[in-house]
């Protein structure tokens, strides 16, 4: 029986993640790279993040820090921060890697991993999904997944505050 991996594992710097990501390609696996704040996860999340994992051998995971949040979503996010969604997102079975970004934006990890396929949420056309053309460049793929209607952290945020 597998004994599953420690979290700790799973949360690494971008030079760590380089090295795994060079032996899975090395080894002919495909690694599959998104991105986001991922600040409550929700049904919606788990879904797509299992759906990136099923398209490659590895999942890499780039989480906004904690001011990447702020400057996107405005001053009362994150709710959770930086550490405790690490900690949350490695514990899923699906993901193998998370980084994390303090840009606006994950392209210098993106430039830096250079995953095989780049995904994003069906909210994002590919022609707008950051990284894109740099992916496609080195003979990668990107690629918008379906959006599962009806899961959003905004929406839980905002039934919560009905409900106090």
């Avoid at 994950?106 to 992916?135: F, Y």
Wanted: contains cysteine; positive net charge.
């Amino acid at each position: 029986m597998n004994k599953p991996r420690k979290l700790s594992s799973k949360i690494c710097s971008n030079q760590l993640a380089i090295r795994r990501i060079r032996a899975t390609q090395k080894n002919g696996g495909r690694v599959v790279f998104t991105n986001g704040c991922f600040d409550l996860l929700h049904e919606g999340h788990v879904t797509y993040l299992e759906r990136a994992r099923s398209l490659g051998d590895l999942l890499v995971v780039a989480l906004n820090t904690d001011s990447s949040v702020r400057r996107l979503k405005g001053p009362t996010r994150p709710i959770n921060r930086l550490k405790s969604r690490q900690k949350v997102i490695a514990a899923l079975e699906s993901v193998d890697i998370v980084v994390s970004f303090s840009e606006s934006t994950p392209l210098k990890s993106i430039c830096a991993l250079r995953p095989d396929l780049l995904v994003k949420g069906g909210d994002w056309k590919v022609s707008q999904i950051v990284g894109s053309n740099e992916v496609i460049s080195w003979g990668g793929k990107a690629r918008s997944l379906s959006f599962v209607e009806g899961h959003s952290s905004t929406r839980l945020i905002a039934k919560a505050k009905i409900s106090r």
